[in-house]
């Protein structure tokens, strides 16, 4: 086989390998998720749970990743603690699929103060917010300064309100760059 047919058969192959490309993140990040399972029916519950399972806790969080879960009840810590292998991992996916229901009206306003009370100095921070697709937060007074950098997805029967608190100084630190440049 000549020279130019080896080479060209030789980067087919490695372009027909899978990929896999791991997370490249150098910095922790805190995730804090609000899960309202009052109002969820059972299976928009079973594919929030999932899809919190799935797409944050076993592709997102990494070693050094800190992850707090907590009803809005209250709110009430279900799961707070740093991620240092697969064994706090399948914790949190367990507690995830097996929320106990609360008692008492969600306050969605006082569980997203407690995230943005919690948010460590240089480190990056999501908040998940996910209930039914019913779920209503109020806008009132400093809620709606929490929720000034929100982005909401709907799916069917529920949906997440994703809340970047504590990213307006940065947005304020990156427009005063590129004011300057």
């Known amino acids: 086989m000549a020279f130019g047919k080896q080479v060209f058969l030789a980067v087919l192959l490695l372009c027909s390998l899978p990929v896999f490309g791991a997370d490249q993140r150098n910095r922790a990040i805190d995730v804090y998720v609000i899960f309202d399972e009052s109002t969820l029916n059972s299976s928009s519950r079973a594919e929030a749970a999932q899809w919190l399972c799935d797409t944050i806790i076993d592709?997102?969080?990494?070693?050094?990743?800190?992850?707090?879960?907590?009803?809005?009840?209250?709110?009430?810590?279900?799961?707070?603690?740093?991620?240092s292998g697969e064994e706090?991992?399948?914790?949190?996916?367990?507690?995830?699929?097996?929320?106990?229901?609360?008692?008492?009206?969600?306050?969605?306003?006082?569980?997203?103060?407690?995230?943005?009370?919690?948010?460590?100095?240089?480190?990056?921070?999501?908040?998940?917010?996910?209930?039914?697709?019913?779920?209503?937060?109020?806008?009132?007074?400093?809620?709606?300064?929490?929720?000034?950098?929100?982005?909401?997805?709907?799916?069917?029967?529920?949906?997440?309100?994703?809340?970047?608190?504590?990213?307006?100084s940065r947005a304020g630190s990156a427009a005063a760059s590129y004011m300057n440049r």
């Open 59 to 83: 592709r997102v969080l990494q070693n050094g990743d800190y992850l707090v879960i907590c009803s809005p009840r209250g709110p009430e810590i279900l799961f707070n603690k740093a991620i």
């Open 88 to 168: 706090q991992k399948t914790e949190a996916k367990n507690l995830v699929r097996n929320i106990p229901g609360g008692r008492g009206e969600p306050n969605y306003a006082a569980a997203l103060r407690a995230a943005a009370r919690r948010g460590a100095a240089g480190r990056i921070a999501y908040t998940l917010l996910i209930g039914g697709a019913g779920m209503g937060v109020s806008q009132a007074g400093d809620v709606a300064e929490l929720l000034k950098y929100s982005r909401t997805d709907s799916f069917s029967g529920w949906k997440i309100i994703t809340v970047g608190l504590g990213v307006d």
